[in-house]
């Protein structure tokens, strides 16, 4: 049975859902029109080609800030539900789909990538259907990367991760888990041993609070790899407004635990996606907004409020922490997700030129300047972005790869 959501896209001619508010671009109108046509397998070719993530961004994409937010229906208050439709469409792709040489450009060219998350499996798809042996490579045992290690299984079901990585196996996409580079292999040596090397690594290294007692805390990546192996207690406090943050707290609250994001500044300034607060709020997490942590203690974190300020010369409004206000909030267990930087100590004993804050300066399809066939993407341009964020700079860099190759 079709979908009515699908009957009520208009097929614009200039599509704002696709052309302004999708990273990659999705071909939203020929798609529907295709799934209106009954030609579902032709319209999911269509989709996995431009994304080979589809099946996964339709359930994971911010769909507030992308498709669904820049529908011209949004002036009826009546978005089209793309999202929905997309995910039938890829998701039944995806499970009977095999990779495919399309092309014998890169024929003979083998490729290093580094990090089986976003990026990683985008990549592989392409470059392999270009023409290339691939190598993945990831420090962790499986693929996935945050789709497996990061995303709780309530949002996204491990199944994707392993149809890329039956898809792989059979399409003959070498896999090389727990190595880590830098430790077990420097980028160096790939370098040296592939035509291109793709770092794709998610960002993993947790940022600080810089407060004392900090230590007494749990970062929510390592808790969201494995949540069994923490004690939580009956009290927990998660750290930050990001998506991070609301998945720690809704995998909290399943662990039995009483949970409370605190956050420094109000909810309009949470840089999670608006849907997953909201979903938080239906699971029983609490907030408490203009909240900033000053110290942990054993049993609980000391608190000041917070307040928004304008500056006299009219520019961006700043949140300051006002003395004397300050509380202890008692809890068992303290989790900080404030923001994640990729690990650049691969870069070390390289000729790669890094700007002042210690990124890797690249072109604009991401080429490292300074090592001649070595590329960045995802993480290690954007920071800690969305997962269709980091396809298309995968993407972009791919494209890169196949024009200097």
Not at 185 to 195: E, G, I, P
Request: with cysteine; hydrophobic share 40%.
């Amino acid at each position: 049975m079709i979908n009515n959501e699908a009957l009520r896209c208009l097929l614009c001619k200039k599509p704002k859902c696709a052309l302004q508010g999708c990273p990659v671009q999705t071909p939203v109108p020929e798609c529907i029109l295709l799934y209106r046509e009954g030609k579902v397998e032709e319209a999911g070719e269509m989709l996995f080609r431009n994304n080979p993530l589809s099946a996964v961004t339709s359930l994971v994409c911010d769909w507030k800030q992308f498709c669904y937010g820049h529908c011209v229906l949004n002036v009826k208050q009546a978005p089209v539900r793309w999202y929905e439709i997309e995910q039938e469409i890829s998701g039944a792709y995806l499970f009977k789909h095999q990779l495919q040489r399309r092309s014998s450009e890169m024929e003979g060219r083998c490729i290093a990538i580094v990090g089986a998350g976003p990026v990683g499996l985008s990549a592989a798809v392409w470059l392999y259907e270009a023409g290339a042996d691939i190598t993945l490579i990831d420090a962790n045992p499986r693929m996935g990367g945050v789709l497996r290690y990061g995303i709780p299984a309530f949002r996204l079901d491990k199944k994707y991760c392993d149809a890329f990585e039956d898809m792989f196996e059979k399409a003959g996409i070498t896999f090389k888990g727990s190595v880590e580079v830098g430790h077990d292999v420097t980028l160096a040596q790939l370098s040296a041993s592939y035509d291109a090397v793709l770092l794709g690594a998610g960002a993993e290294n947790p940022a600080t609070l810089h407060i004392p007692g900090e230590e007494k805390s749990v970062q929510a990546l390592p808790f969201l790899k494995d949540p069994s192996a923490f004690e939580l207690g009956k009290k927990v406090i998660v750290i930050g407004g990001g998506n991070v943050a609301m998945d720690a707290c809704r995998t909290a609250v399943r662990q039995g635990a009483e949970t409370w994001i605190y956050y420094r500044k109000t909810f309009e300034n949470m840089p999670a996606n608006p849907l997953e607060v909201e979903e938080a709020k239906a699971d029983g997490v609490q907030f408490r907004i203009f909240q900033a942590p000053v110290e942990v203690k054993e049993g609980g974190v000391v608190f000041c409020d917070c307040e928004n300020v304008q500056p006299e010369d009219g520019g961006r409004v700043v949140t300051r922490i006002i003395e004397g206000t300050e509380h202890f909030v008692e809890c068992d267990t303290l989790l900080t997700a404030i923001s994640e930087t990729p690990d650049f100590r691969m870069f070390k004993d390289t000729p790669a030129v890094m700007n002042e804050w210690g990124w890797p300066v690249t072109s604009e399809g991401g080429k490292v300047e300074g090592l001649g066939n070595v590329w960045v993407a995802g993480d290690f341009i954007l920071g800690p972005k969305t997962v269709v964020e980091a396809v298309a700079s995968a993407r972009s860099a791919v494209n890169d790869i196949i024009a200097s190759l």
